[in-house]
Nanobody
């Protein structure tokens, strides 16, 4: 499956952005979808995941209550709504697809396909 992330940009602290990730190539609804991020000089870290149906979600503690992951299987798209952004949210955000069962997939190696990343910069 091919993944194309978009929606990044520059926003002030306290602002909002919505990232999108469009999938193509295989049956989108077969995959658990996740978002990760990587700040300069740091390892890639888990942000959020959503189940095949979209009915279940899982978040990193650092974004819980501020970010919302969702998916539209009819549009082959997964979203990440980010509210109350903080400077520490600045990173390249990546979407990813996993063929594994379960939802709490928070490790890079648990995902099989990756998008190219979109940069989010939060100014203070």
């Amino acid at each position: 499956v091919q993944l194309q992330a978009s929606g990044g940009g520059l926003v002030q602290a306290g602002g909002s952005l919505r990232l999108s990730c469009a999938a193509s190539g295989r049956t989108f609804s077969n995959y658990v979808m996740g978002w990760f991020r990587q700040a300069p000089g740091k390892e890639r870290e888990f942000v959020a995941a959503v189940s095949w149906s979209g009915s279940s979600t899982y978040y990193a503690d650092s974004v819980k209550g501020r970010f919302t992951i969702s998916r539209d299987n009819a549009k082959n798209t997964v979203y990440l709504q980010m509210n109350n952004l903080k400077p520490e949210d600045t990173a390249v955000y990546y979407c990813a697809a996993s063929t594994r069962a379960g939802l709490k997939l928070a490790r890079v190696y648990e995902y099989d396909y990756w998008g190219q990343g979109t940069l989010v910069t939060v100014s203070s």
